[in-house]
């Protein structure tokens, strides 16, 4: 299994203490749901509401990015790609969307799991499914084949 880095124990921490309505995805939702790969990144789906866009601002910031950096992310969740990347060494990826779901039916049925002492809320593997297999990327149908077996 993976380990956080700091940086994404950080946010993740500042973001459960703000209450920001947020899920992991991607490959460390693959990994917690069984199907284990390695991943370098860690992906995190969050609210476009203006309350949790504050959040993940501050959130970001306390946790050591920079403001403008932070400022910038917020706005890039708006933007065309609807995500914000932060680079190594943090390298923490930002959605506001994800292909097939809308947000709050999959945080009504997300999954708690402990990592790393932090209560983290994790896409549901019904939803991950889901919008894995409408991703491109052979990556994406590996992972759907991985938390389907």
């Known amino acids: 299994m993976n380990q956080l880095n700091d940086s994404q124990f950080e946010i993740l921490r500042e973001m459960a203490l703000r209450n920001l309505k947020f899920l992991v995805v991607g490959g460390w939702a693959v990994n917690l749901h069984g199907a284990h790969r390695p991943t370098k990144d860690l992906d995190i789906w969050v609210s476009e509401s203006r309350t949790d866009m504050n ?14 950096a932070a400022a910038l992310c917020c706005q890039e969740l708006h933007g065309p790609k609807n995500i914000a990347r932060i680079g190594p060494p943090v390298d923490v990826d930002i959605v506001s969307q994800l292909n097939g779901l809308v947000f709050e039916d999959s945080l009504d049925r997300l999954e708690w799991f402990i990592v790393d002492g932090l209560r983290l ?17 052979q990556k994406h149908l590996d992972d759907v084949h991985a938390l389907r077996s």
Do not use: R, Y
């Open 55 to 68: 959040a993940l601002e501050e959130s970001l910031t306390f946790s050591g990015i920079a403001w403008d």
């Open 121 to 137: 809320p994790v896409i549901c593997k019904n939803h991950l499914i889901i919008t894995k297999s409408k991703s491109e990327g």
